[in-house]
């Protein structure tokens, strides 16, 4: 008899449960209605009102059932970004993500989803320029603009994001110069990815104070002497990639932040000699200085001789293992 008993309490409480949970995932009439807009803007049909239970779109807030992140990925719909999104007040979450045929622009009523801490439109035919209105958005953690076709400058006021720690900016048709203001970033570990523009001018010299993890600039059109980044001391600086550019710049006396994993400098105009001091790099697993103009031996130790010749080859005179001994 007790165990009859503790098993029609464990089913009671069960039941419970599950009851409290279906009553908690209600989501609010106003969010309810805001789906509804949605989806008629995306000429899909939605009758319910239980807008929670669309798992794969959308998450709610598991005491206040009110939606906090919003999906909408791989769809085949055709048009531009439905503008009802921004009636989410409590959104933090929005990924709009591998949706070819969605176009025109970011619309400005998103500048209302102050809440937002993760931003992904990517993977678009979005176009036009990077809303200066981001900087509103004071509490994005990430923002990821990447693979559309966006185009334009980049607006300095990005910096004002206190909290960003990821920038994905990569393969959009952007032009003109890095923002002296990056330098302003002030979130710890910051990752930058440019690559797949045409950017143009020189690293701007404030990037030596940012709290720099990675930065990705491959494929631009920039130029002179990246040593803000050289000079940049972070701890958490683990990689540099610069490829495909139009750097042109003495290697001989670099001296490179002490943590580096990645450091891709190929398809340059660099020249000098690879640094001696670069096998005292204790973390460093990828190099890569092909395509560039440089001479001499390259440095004995560390991590040099464990690359493959491809991170060498095609300069002016390196020589030394793995390539040939004689220069």
């Known amino acids: 008899m007790p165990r009859l008993i503790f098993v029609f309490l464990s089913f009671t409480f069960s039941l419970s449960l599950i009851l409290t949970s279906a ?12 789906v509804a807009e949605i989806f008629a803007a995306l000429n899909w049909t939605y009758t319910g009102t239980d807008c929670c239970h669309l798992f794969n779109r959308i998450q709610c807030n598991p005491n206040t059932s009110s939606v906090t992140g ?11 970004i439905p503008t009802a999104i921004a009636k989410f007040a409590n959104l933090q979450s929005l990924i709009i993500h591998k949706m070819p045929n969605l176009h025109g622009g970011i619309p400005p009523s998103f500048a209302s989803l ?4 993760y931003l992904r439109i ?3 035919n979005v176009s036009g320029p990077i809303p200066t209105w981001l900087n509103r958005l004071i509490n994005l953690e990430s923002l990821d603009l990447s693979f559309n076709q966006l185009s334009g400058s980049i607006p300095p006021t990005l910096s004002d994001l206190r909290k960003l720690t990821s920038l994905h900016l990569d393969r959009n048709m952007l032009t003109g110069p890095l923002p002296e203001s990056f330098g302003q970033f002030r979130a710890a570990n910051l990752q930058i990815f440019l690559s797949h523009n045409s950017l143009s001018g020189a690293i701007p ?14 494929r631009n059109q920039l130029v002179g002497d990246p040593s803000p980044l050289f000079n940049n001391r972070s701890k958490s600086l683990n990689s540099i990639v610069l490829s495909r ?15 580096l994993w990645i450091l891709d400098f190929s398809h340059n105009m660099i020249y000098g000699r690879i640094p001696a001091e670069i096998v005292a790099l204790p973390n460093l697993q990828q190099f890569n200085v092909s395509y560039n103009r440089l001479c001499g031996e390259i440095p004995q130790g560390g991590n040099m001789q464990k690359l493959d010749s491809s991170s060498y080859m095609h300069n002016r005179c390196l020589c030394g293992p793995p390539l040939s001994p004689k220069c």
């Open 23 to 34: 009553f908690r995932w209600q989501c609010p009439a106003e969010d309810a209605q805001v």
């Open 70 to 80: 919003f999906t909408l990925s791989r769809d085949q719909f055709n048009g531009p």
């Open 114 to 117: 102050t809440k937002l801490t």
């Open 122 to 124: 990517s993977g678009t």
């Open 205 to 218: 010299k404030s990037l030596a104070q940012a709290d720099l993890a990675s930065i990705d600039l491959d």
């Open 245 to 259: 550019n139009l750097f042109d710049f003495d290697l001989t006396d670099v001296v490179f932040p002490p943590g």
